[in-house]
T-cell receptor
């Protein structure tokens, strides 16, 4: 069974559209994260949720809105997509906040045309 | 703020050569240190981690890393690389509390036959 899963795996869309990426973990972890990996492979934290509560919100445009319906799910909704949003988005989870080992999903490759 | 430096952007080695990838971090307090690997087209996987105790930690696939507090370093080593070690390697650091996991910019390792 996949520990951290994301859908879709690939997403190609036009500028200005709104899209969502879903993430689910079956590890029973309390904390989930979204990361953005740019074309140079640089990984940066975007958001972190602990038990459905937002605990980390890095400097991300407010077009990005995470939603955690329960502690096993953390979805990412992006409004008015821009070219610069093209990247690979990774979801991750950990048992505790921040300083524990994080388990990553397979990534969602987003291409904005 | 914490930061992580990986000095080597791209390392090319022949099979059976020894590997050492540098990682330095800037944070004066107690840290937790990680090395993650990302094989081509795949998600990040944990190679090894240091939380406390013996500063020489052993990970999967024959990798090890040494935490040298005085040098703020956590270099990754492997005595003999294989072609299958070709991947992107990320060093990451976090401290206690809600601080996010901060990644270095990654080192691409190419192992040639």
């Amino acid at each position: 069974d996949t520990a951290v899963s994301q859908t879709p795996k690939y997403l190609v869309t036009q500028m200005g559209n709104d899209k969502s990426i879903k993430c689910e973990q079956n590890l029973g972890h309390d904390t989930m994260y979204w990361y953005k990996q740019d074309s140079k492979k640089f990984l940066k934290i975007m958001f972190s949720y602990n038990n459905k509560e937002l605990i980390i919100n890095e400097t991300v445009p407010n077009r990005f809105s995470p939603k955690s319906p329960d502690k096993a799910h953390l979805n990412l909704h992006i409004n008015s997509l821009e070219l610069g949003d093209s990247a690979v988005y990774f979801c991750a989870s950990s048992q505790l906040r921040g300083h524990e080992t994080q388990y990553f999903g397979p990534g969602t490759r987003l291409l904005v045309l | 703020a914490q930061s992580v430096s990986q000095h080597n952007h791209h390392v090319i080695l022949s099979e059976a050569a020894s590997l050492e990838l540098g990682c330095n971090y800037s944070y004066g307090g107690t840290v937790n240190l990680f090395w993650y690997v990302q094989y081509p087209g795949q998600h990040l996987q944990l190679l090894l981690k240091y939380f406390s105790g013996d500063p020489l930690v052993k990970g999967i696939k024959g990798f090890e890393a040494e935490f040298i507090k005085s040098k703020f370093s956590f270099n990754l080593r492997k005595p003999s690389v294989q072609w299958s070690d070709t991947a992107e390697y990320f060093c990451a650091v976090t401290s206690s509390g809600n601080t996010p996991l901060v990644f270095g910019k990654g080192t691409r390792l190419s192992v040639i036959a």
